[in-house]
């Protein structure tokens, strides 16, 4: 049953750090462009194109070959590239052609080729562009066929993976110029320009995935000094404010009137309050009952009186991963404008030694009614997910 709530909204200045400033979670993303030409007239840094065993070209690579008087098919007769998937050869300043750089990217088999192996040789692309210091370049990927994968589904998932691949935590280094990433600006191309249409909606879509992940990724990186339950809940609010979401933000007052002990019980060791975060897209129905993602937001978990080992424990940032993912996919889902309704809860607060935290069997009452005797600190994560379930 839901319980009316006056929620707390969380501005800038609620947000408790004492940390350097973060990044954009958005920096680093490449500008992606879908277009259909003939590759060998193409002004690029860099033309990146298929070849695979047996000496075979993909279409593009045969225009360019014979572009370039068979530069591409002299070098698989020598051997220079055998066409064993996820191979590369970068080609500086070929003949006949206005482009700087070509690189083969060797994709196996063809008869073979899937989507497994596209998201390989994507990666090993992307790795060998940023090596090279390229910053443009004009991928012939998705005209490789896959079965029962059309071109949009391949140019989601190059874009996905480019993205992924392009990845680079450094938002809290001092010298950001130094450790900007090279690779700015991919240019998809096509074989069909009947196909532009649904090429561009997919570039939109695996554009608006990868700003998800990317987000979560981001989110997961900060340290906890950071990156906490205030911090989280801000940039919740920041994602509603862009997408046209409701948000609600609980704070530990209003988390009390619902009697979520358990939950509460979890932040007590901690200076940093607890935050119950709520995301709401309306994209289908008023009659249709909405999808509800759950996901723990632990900023930092120590493991409490029950303190975890020190030996990496400064990974246990990461134990906010599933609120991360959460307010990622929900940045997704709004950029697409998905015809669901979605609610993402996220529990968030950090689980510390301190004088009022949990000790090893104490008992709590959750929102739901139940006691629950804690035997181990450190099992934090279900005390504060049970209290976000019963309210969802």
Partial sequence: MYVPVNPVIISPENNISYGPEARNPEEGMMEYKVKSGSPEKQRSACLVLAVFKDQLLSPAASC???????????LLKRGDITGECATFLMLP????????????????????????????VTAGAIRNLRHNNITEASLFLPEIPIDNIDIGKRIEQIIIQATHSNYKSDSLKTDIQENKLPLQKITLFIPERSDLT???????NGQAIAAGVNMARQLGDLP?????PSYL???????AEDFGMKIKVLNEKAMEKLSMGALLSVSRGSRQEARLIVLEHRGGSSKEAPVVLVGKGLTFDAGGISLKPSSAMDEMKYDMCGGASVLGTMRAIAEMNLPLNVIAIVPS??????GDANKPGDIVTSMSGQTIEILNTDAEGRLILCDALTYA
């Fill in 224 to 228: 906890g000094n950071i990156c906490t």
């Fill in 233 to 239: 809940a801000g940039q919740a609010a920041e994602i």
């Fill in 198 to 204: 649904a090429a561009r909606q997919a570039l939109q």
């Fill in 64 to 74: 360019v070959d014979m572009a370039t008087g068979h530069t591409i098919s002299s």
């Fill in 93 to 120: 300043q070929v003949s006949g052609i206005p482009a700087k750089r070509v690189l083969l990217v060797a994709c196996g088999k063809k008869a073979e080729f899937d989507t497994k192996k596209l998201l390989k």
């Fill in 349 to 354: 607060s950090e689980n510390l030694p301190d």
